[in-house]
């Protein structure tokens, strides 16, 4: 069962006419402003995104992870497990006092932003108390998510989405 039509009711471009944004920010900005709100108007059914956000983008040296006897896998592990939100606990949690009138979650803000704070993810720490950082063994820097998208608009760079029409919804209707 689907919940969207086939083909987008609506397609809309986003340019920076004077040049101070390039495709990424523009891909960056639609989705961090535009597209989850938009998602949310009744008869929407779906949004496509046209253009790449930013990535954290990292390249393994596969010599000097060999020197380090170390696989892909140990770095995957590595980030994985030092760059997530965890819940630290909770604010009014059970078991509560009478008539408690908050319960709020609590999570620790762990999610590393920049390529400095990925280069230093310890990978391993060796007997001598030295450290293997994830530096060490590849190339981090910011990027596109995708390199395979080539949005442009009157020759601007330029981002967009396209928005179907929730199954059962009517395109004509009252608004």
């Given at each position: 069962m689907r919940k969207t039509g086939d083909t987008n009711i609506l397609t809309i471009a986003f340019v920076s006419t004077?040049?101070?944004m390039d495709k990424q920010d523009i891909a960056d900005y639609v989705a961090s402003n535009i597209q989850d709100p938009l998602s949310?108007?009744?008869?929407?059914?779906?949004?496509?995104?046209?253009?790449?956000?930013?990535?954290?983008r990292i390249w393994l040296d596969p010599a000097k992870l060999n020197s380090f006897q170390m696989t892909a896998k140990d770095v995957t592990d590595a980030i994985s497990s030092q760059n997530a939100q965890i819940a630290v606990g909770q604010l009014g949690g059970t078991p509560s006092v009478d008539k408690q009138a908050l319960n709020a979650t609590i999570n620790s803000q762990s999610l590393l932003q920049t390529p400095?704070?990925?280069r230093d993810i310890t990978l391993r720490v060796n007997q001598d108390g030295s450290e293997v950082t994830l530096?060490?063994?590849a190339t981090v820097e910011m990027g596109a998510e995708k390199y395979d998208y080539l949005s442009r608009y009157n020759r601007q760079a330029a981002s967009g989405l396209g928005v179907k029409l929730a199954s059962g919804a009517n395109e004509m209707g009252d608004r």
């Open positions: 004077d040049g101070s949310r108007v009744n008869g929407v059914g779906d949004i496509d995104a046209y253009g790449s956000q930013y990535s954290m400095e704070q990925f530096g060490d063994v």
